[in-house]
């Protein structure tokens, strides 16, 4: 099991800037890659940004340029840094670890959450 806790969000004014940040524990050695995702009112949660172990990006088109996906592999945190915001980055943004095991010829996978930070941005 993959233990996931986030913390960081709060209020800004549009423009602004906000750092998310979220630690692993428990079977940390089994992660291969991290994510965040969020969930506005309403919505799908959708991915924001993704980074493998082997140091791969991935950003949803919307905050491209704006948003740094960034890992610390020593102390198994995954940080998000979020640059001019808007209101539609309103969300309840969720950590998520991507763990992997079992022999190569046939791995398992699994997802794990963290509960959600509330990112609310004021026009």
């Known amino acids: 099991q993959v233990q996931l806790v986030e913390s960081g969000g709060g209020l800004v004014q549009a423009g602004g800037s906000l750092r998310l940040s979220c630690a692993a524990s428990g079977r940390t050695r089994s992660i291969d890659a991290m994510a965040w995702y969020r969930q506005a009112p309403g919505a799908q949660r959708e991915l924001v940004a993704s980074m493998t172990n082997g140091g791969s990006t991935n950003y949803a088109d919307s905050v491209k340029g704006r948003f740094t996906i960034s890992r610390d592999y020593a102390k198994n945190t995954v940080d998000l840094r979020m640059n001019s915001l808007k209101p539609e980055d309103t969300a309840v943004y969720h950590c998520?670890?991507?763990?992997?095991?079992?022999?190569?010829?046939?791995?398992?996978?699994?997802?794990?959450w963290g509960e959600g930070t509330l990112v609310t941005v004021s026009s």
């Open positions: 998520n670890a991507h763990v992997v095991w079992g022999p190569v010829e046939r791995q398992y996978d699994m997802n794990y």
